[in-house]
């Protein structure tokens, strides 16, 4: 007799996120294998692309994904940059590495949230994102909208920040580091979350490698890439931070190393904002005229490497673009870390990379053997937490 | 005074994005978090369109997604009410002629109310929520 069951998660997503589409294959408990499908939410984006000037592509890229809403255009603008040939001014630089660090931040605190409520901490959730609110203050004092800052051009950077805001940041920046320091804390003595997420979905080195995992996820499995050091641009070879590593590979490693990661970007805010203050001139190079070629660039997204094509045919307009997002490559790997867990952890580990999931609410599965089993995302959520619950009986605490 | 008046006290939102960049998304999930706190209006977010009263869309709809959106329009109990969330959602925004487009969703399913922006702030999605309450 055939005991599989096909639990298929996805397509789309109605919590956050792009859509994707999961299918579990399943045995009792445990999963035997999964398989992914992408390109729900195809918007065609390189086409677009090509219907726009250089200068529109930066607003257009910035709409691939409204998280690292920063990533897109600064590699985008890297591409085109190559492409010409041209150096940003100093300042620029400072303010690029300023605005992506502010975005690191968010994005880790806004994934931190959602890992939160998928093993069934709600308390974790609206206290991570209340402490994600003061940062996106910050963002729309210095660039003028809370998310989709449209800070980049070609050449530089659009907006200068001025000197009364640097007081601003800096004082955002103590504030936030305090708060992260007290949710990194609580997450690292909380047993509860140790032995739910300690040991579970184990990604190890080699499959790392194999699967050419990018950002916190290879990370976390001690690999030491990032191309903020490995290739500096922008102001990343100019001030002094770390790369964090873990060993472990597991989801309670992916966790330390965001949190981790988010007081070195607090370091890069805080020295390239005491460079703004001696750094003066322009904030922006002229970009006369762009020859044909191609060009690429790179940037080192909260996800992962994000990678832009840029062709030109000494128009405009480019001929091609082609983005590769680091959540393309880090997806792959659920197929080493998912199977032989069981389901109620299988939606914290594929939340694990930070892909664009949460799509968990339309799950349906399929028994093979009934034609019919359903079982959808609201209770693969209630497995999780069912199983955080049973965890906290058993060491006497009472679940929050 | 319409029949609508039950819905006045406490409405219950649903959430569907097809092609968007998921800012709004970020954005509506942003008004349940402690800054903004929609809850203690009694505007709640709900799991399923079955139990929703209202439709928050947002995104240029999909060619993929298309079926799906239809789906969940019908499932909806009466009265259906749709608030097109952010600028994709209202006339396509910077998506309207890419090829996997069909949106805009006043295309597809009938529309309540518009509340523009990219991505709209919470407090503009608030509003837009009370005005439709108001002009029950
Ligand atoms: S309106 Fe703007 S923020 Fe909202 S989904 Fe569209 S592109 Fe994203």
Known sequence: MNRKTIIPIGPYHPLLEEPEFFELEVEGEKVIDIDVHIGYNHRSIEKIAESKTFDQMVFLVERICGICSTSHPIANCNAVEDLVGIEIPERARYIRSIVGELERIHSHLLWAGLAGHFIGYNTLWMWVWKYREPILEIFEAVTGNRNHYAMMIPGGVRRDIKEEDIPVVLKGMDEAERKIEMVTKAVLDDPVLAARLKGVGVLSREDAINYCAVGPTARASGIPIDVRRDEPYAAYGLVNWEIIIREEGDVFAKVVVRLLECFESIKIIRQCLKRLRTVKGEIAAKVKEIPPGEGIGRHEAPRGEVFHYVKSDGSNRPVRLKVRAPTYVNLPTCKATVPGESIADAAIILAAIDPCYCCTERIVTINKRTGKRELNGQDLLRLSRKKTEKICKNMGKRNV | ?136
């Open chain 2, 1 to 136: 005074m319409n029949k609508l008046w039950a819905l006045k006290k406490s409405i219950w939102v649903y959430h569907v994005c097809s092609g968007s960049c998921n800012n709004c998304d970020i954005e509506i999930l942003d008004c349940l978090t402690p800054k903004f706190d929609l809850e203690r209006f009694g505007i709640l977010l709900v799991g399923s369109v079955r139990h929703a009263d209202v439709i928050l869309a947002t995104g240029s709809i999909t060619r993929k997604a298309l079926p799906r959106i239809k789906r969940v329009y019908e499932q909806m109990p009466k009265p259906k009410l749709v608030i097109a969330v952010g600028g994709c959602a209202c006339s396509g925004g910077i998506f309207k002629n890419g090829y996997n487009i069909v949106g805009p969703y006043d295309k597809i399913i009938p529309v309540t109310a518009y509340i523009p922006g990219c991505p709209p702030k919470p407090e503009a999605i608030i509003d837009g929520v009370v005005k439709v309450i108001n002009s029950l």
